[in-house]
């Protein structure tokens, strides 16, 4: 039997998976800090990591706590600073706290096996980095209201180099409809909030004229809240803030300013329900319910490609909805840019995804991505044209920490002028431990 090219991509792709995916599986047999912490598997709260399951999103919005009754169901007990008789005695004590008895740490890492498609005989049919990212997290909760989540990322850059970043974020958890975060905030405007695969959604990545994208994390100060709709089911939540613009010097006035709301109905309740209480359904991966939302971010990017500012606003509006084994979600976001100079560009995204849990370990996905540059420009200008691309992919849960991703992006638009260099297959692993 004669092999057609992309079968052999796929076949080479996965010989050299099964020695990388049989080396990984040996040693990744512990959990990361809250599975710790809990004596709980990673699918307590994830539907396949790191995408959040309705418990998960209810933990999170909890302040990293379990809905009712953390210290019910904590398995290792914190290290106490100060005695509790200090808060009758307070401001004449310092109020106590007390931080994790174990060290809160984790680690994660992915490899990727990356095989352009239409390339010509004197290219590398396909490249090999393992591991491609490796990152250390640090998470947990400091007394009764406040917890931290921060990590150290080392990432491959292509170029022979590792780039290096620490985002870090300290939280007061006043209550679950009134919280303050101070550092890396995240403004990602996708229902998801963290994608499933590897390649980024074209609304998260989608550049303004001098760089400004949702998919990246910002110094700056927020507000969120969550709260349950009625009979403790569904609810609301939003998140607003306030970061430093892209580029701008630390000590600048220009800031910029975000908002997020949303709305779900039916399913698990988003702060969660009495002690412990997970989805009514029986599965993880389940929820059946449907939320909306908006999203708005408005702000200065400074002079990366173009030396003069650029003055954006972006408007999303989102969907999500999750019956059984099937989740859809959709996302459409209009960006304007200003800058003086220059013709004013409007941009318009939109993306729609379906995910189907095929078994609880093994995740069909397909997206579909569309992208408009400039909806004013002539229709002679490159920019003016519609970009679509079709992004299916195979998610395969080796373990609950042990994740297998093969996924094929395919321009569907241009196709002969973008073949060679966005046609690809690419396979991903990742463990963390």
Request: glycine share 12%; proline share 6%.
């Amino acid at each position: 039997m004669k092999l057609s090219g992309r079968m052999r991509h796929l076949l080479g792709a996965a010989l050299v998976a099964m020695p990388l995916v049989a080396l990984i599986t040996s040693i990744a047999g512990a959990v990361p800090i809250f599975s710790r912490k809990y004596q709980t598997s990673c699918s307590t709260c994830h539907y396949a990591f790191p995408q959040l399951n309705a418990f998960g999103k209810a933990f999170q919005n909890n302040g990293w706590r379990y809905p009712g009754g953390d210290a019910n169901f904590r398995k290792d007990e914190p290290t106490s600073l100060g005695s509790e008789a200090y808060k009758q005695v307070w401001p004449n004590a310092i109020w106590p706290s007390d931080i994790p008895g174990g060290a809160p740490v984790a680690v994660h890492a992915a490899g990727t096996v990356y095989m352009p498609m239409n390339q010509p005989d004197s290219v590398a049919k396909s490249s090999m980095v393992f591991p491609e990212h490796v990152q250390v997290f640090y998470a947990g909760t400091l007394g009764e209201t406040f917890s931290f989540f921060g990590e150290v990322e080392l990432q491959d850059n292509g170029a022979g180099g590792i780039d290096v970043g620490c985002p870090f974020r300290l939280q007061w958890n006043r209550h679950t409809n009134f919280n303050v975060v101070v550092g890396s905030l995240h403004f990602d405007p996708t229902p998801g909030d963290f994608s499933l695969i590897p390649s980024d959604i074209n609304v998260s990545a989608l550049a303004s004229r001098n760089g400004w994208s949702a998919a990246g994390e910002m110094p700056g100060i927020g507000l969120w809240g969550a709260g349950n709709g009625p009979g403790g089911r569904g609810g609301w939540k939003y998140t607003a803030g306030m970061v430093q613009g892209q580029g701008m010097s630390p000590v600048g006035a220009d800031k910029d300013f975000y908002a997020r709301a949303t709305y779900k109905v039916g399913g698990l309740g988003e702060i969660g329900g009495t002690e412990g209480a997970a989805s009514k359904t029986s599965a993880f991966y389940q929820d059946n319910s449907a939320t909306v939302g908006g999203y708005v971010y408005s702000g200065t990017v400074a002079g990366a490609v173009y030396s003069q500012r650029e003055h954006l606003d972006a408007y999303a509006g989102t969907a999500n909805v999750w019956y059984q084994s099937a989740i859809l979600d959709a996302t459409v976001m209009s960006m304007s840019s200003k800058i003086d100079g220059l013709a004013d560009r409007k941009s318009l995204a939109w993306y729609a995804q379906g995910q189907y849990v095929i078994y609880p370990w093994l995740i069909g996905l397909l997206r579909y991505e569309s992208t408009v540059l400039d909806t004013g420009a002539p229709s002679s200008d490159p920019n003016s044209e519609t970009v679509t691309t079709l992004v299916p992919a195979v998610v395969s849960m080796v373990r609950a920490n042990v994740k297998v991703t093969l996924e094929y992006r395919r321009p569907l638009s241009q196709y002969d002028a973008r073949k060679t260099t966005e046609e690809h297959l690419l396979l991903r692993l990742n463990f963390a431990l």
